[in-house]
């Protein structure tokens, strides 16, 4: 669920309305991928926001901007991908202006559908179009290296393992 939000300066007469209905239409194993457009002052996602995110079956959220609640979350096992904290929210700082569209998060285009997948190491977008060929790519990678992890453990040297899997 690709979402655009963008700073305001002043708070608006009726605040929250598209942030409230980008929650509420997420979906069960949606992933919700916002751009702040690199906004320092917006403070978009927190504890509220992921507790109805994980009641309607949303697996995560990536937010290239500020969370706050951060601790809550964290307890609440709510995968979140985030730039960085504050302890404000976005009334009067932000806005979301469109949801369920083409962004650019990160300097990644995510598009509606898209796969994203993140982990400790971060995060990757797979394009609906290229998915099976990128997910059978990356099954063929991980037995390589599973190969290559083996070899190494039973003794062979790093030089024979990269000469025989071409995988480091």
């Not at 194993?29 to 992921?50: P, Q």
């Not at 985030?82 to 369920?100: K, Q």
């Not at 300097?107 to 982990?119: E, L, S």
Request: with cysteine; hydrophobic share 40%; net charge negative.
């Amino acid at each position: 669920m690709p979402v655009l939000c963008l700073e305001v300066f002043e708070i608006p007469e009726e605040p929250y309305q598209q942030e409230i209905a980008v929650v509420d239409s997420l979906k069960q194993d949606d992933v919700l991928v916002c751009s702040t457009n690199g906004s320092t002052r917006i403070c978009f996602w927190g504890e509220l926001l992921s507790t109805a995110a994980m009641a309607r079956g949303a697996r995560g959220a990536i937010i290239d901007g500020f969370i706050r609640d951060s601790r809550k979350i964290m307890e609440m096992s709510f995968p979140i991908f985030t730039t960085g904290l504050s302890p404000v929210d976005s009334n009067g700082r932000g806005e979301v202006v469109a949801y369920n569209v083409p962004i650019e998060c990160g300097g990644v285009t995510v598009n509606p559908g898209d796969i994203v997948f993140g982990d400790a190491d971060g995060v990757v977008v797979i394009p609906k179009d290229v998915e099976n060929a990128v997910i059978h790519a990356a099954l063929e990678k991980v037995q390589g290296e599973n190969k290559t992890r083996e070899a190494l453990r039973e003794g062979a040297t790093l030089r024979e393992v990269y000469d025989k899997y071409g995988i480091l």
